[in-house]
């Protein structure tokens, strides 16, 4: 039970919640379940370590015009994870930070991501199998594991992004560490 020490400790530094295992009765959804909130603490602990690195002053950097500013690309990140959640529609999301200083960005990414992990603890097994759940009107509906999967994707897909931004400005980027759990 190591593994399973190491996942309440991390929810707990982070303030969630984790359901009791005996509330979900599937093994492989219980052990799916531990397993995605052990990895996103890990991807919160690394995507916070590149708001980190970027100082402050170029929050607003942009490589070319067209696109986002690193501060915006990290908002969008959060605002893209917060649409995949709110279609389980049992947590508020946090709201978008009104300005894109290294402040806010950082505060608006934590709040982030303890909102997708209280939603995933907040869920029966169930809800993974769900096939309703609609992000918008263009969006066919998808099952609740892979609004998780997307959410995972989405924000490995825009932190890689910033590597740019980090290198532009003659930053090594924070090193990544796959902590696979147990």
Known sequence: MPGRRRILKALAVSGVAPLAAADWSNPFA??????????????????????????????????????????EQLVHLGQANTAYMRTFQIKTAPAAPRDISKDSVRAYLTAVFDFVAEVLTSLG????????????????????????????????????????????????????????ST
């Open 125 to 180: 097994e169930n809800d993974l199998e769900r096939a309703d759940l609609r992000i918008n009107e263009r969006v066919k509906p998808h099952r609740g594991i892979d609004l998780f999967l997307r959410a995972y994707t989405h924000t490995a897909h825009h932190r890689g992004q910033t590597v740019v931004y980090l290198r532009l400005k003659g930053i090594t980027p924070p090193t990544w560490s796959f902590e696979p």
């Open 30 to 71: 219980r052990q799916w379940r531990n397993s995605f909130l052990s990895h996103w603490q890990v991807e919160k602990k690394y995507t916070l370590a590149f708001v980190e690195a970027m100082p402050a002053e170029y929050f607003d950097f942009k490589p070319t015009p067209a696109q986002r500013s690193f501060g």
